[in-house]
């Protein structure tokens, strides 16, 4: 794992779901996929500071959208995951997978 | 003004002009009322406080004291030579440079919110201010106001420099 950027729980969700939702990744829909998915609703400030690290680290990239008058006439920002960024969370997630394996955990078939 | 433009504003302080309309435009495509508007702008500036911030904001308050230290001398003499009614305002006024430089100090730091810093220190001014440790205390309290307004004007100069 030397060299690979460390990623917290939070970053591995915003991560996640900004890869399930493809081109359409923009600071609402990625909010809304988070609470959909793990049912946890993202404080503003802590989803775009993280946002905004996993940017800094090279994990991700964004781009601005056209104006919209549905927005105020602001942009929006999209957001994809880069080459890093995907294997930052491919090796993230096999960690979890080791770390799991022969676990009896309650709930979970495969554990 | 609408509160769009005055979170914009807010925000902008803090990160690049588009990436604040971009948190704004979110909050208004999700309709939030007032109150959460409001209060996701405050929880974007408390994020956004970095741990190089803050250290940044206690280094501000150190080199305050440093420059408090060299002007002592100064309301030292007045203290001496002065009624007392004058060198009460000699200490107050000499305050105001003190900030000045604080403001240029914090300027020249390379990072990237100087007002952030600058809010803070003023936030830790005050609270020295109120706990009445001396005259310095208050003063510096009292002329946080000119700290701000310095601090604004040169950041200010130096976007529009490296805009241009």
Partial sequence: MAGAAYLGEFEQIVLLAILRLGDGAYGVTIGAEIQKQTGRVPVSGALYTTLDRLEEKGLLSSAMGDPTSQRGGRAKRFFTVTGTGLAAITQAQRSYQNLMKGLRLPGLEHA | ?164
């Fill in chain 2, 1 to 164: 003004m609408h509160r769009q433009t005055i979170g914009e504003w807010i925000l902008g302080r803090l990160m690049t002009q588009d990436h604040a309309a971009a948190i704004v435009g979110d909050l208004e495509e999700n309709g939030v009322s007032h109150m959460r508007f409001w209060l996701a702008i405050a929880s974007n500036v408390i994020h956004s406080i970095s741990r190089a911030t803050a250290m940044a904001a206690v280094k501000g308050c150190l080199v305050q004291f440093a420059f408090t230290l060299l002007l002592s001398p100064v309301v030292t003499v007045a203290f001496y030579f002065l009624p007392l009614r004058y060198f009460l305002w000699i200490g107050a006024i000499s305050i105001l440079p003190v900030q000045i430089f604080t403001a240029f100090w914090i300027t020249r730091q390379k990072q990237k919110q100087p007002l952030l810093i600058c809010l803070m220190i003023v936030l830790i001014d005050c609270a020295l201010g109120l706990l009445k440790i001396n005259n310095v205390s208050i003063n510096m309290a009292i002329w946080s106001i000119p700290l701000l307004l310095a601090t604004i004007a040169i950041d200010r100069r130096n976007r529009q420099k490296s805009i241009a």
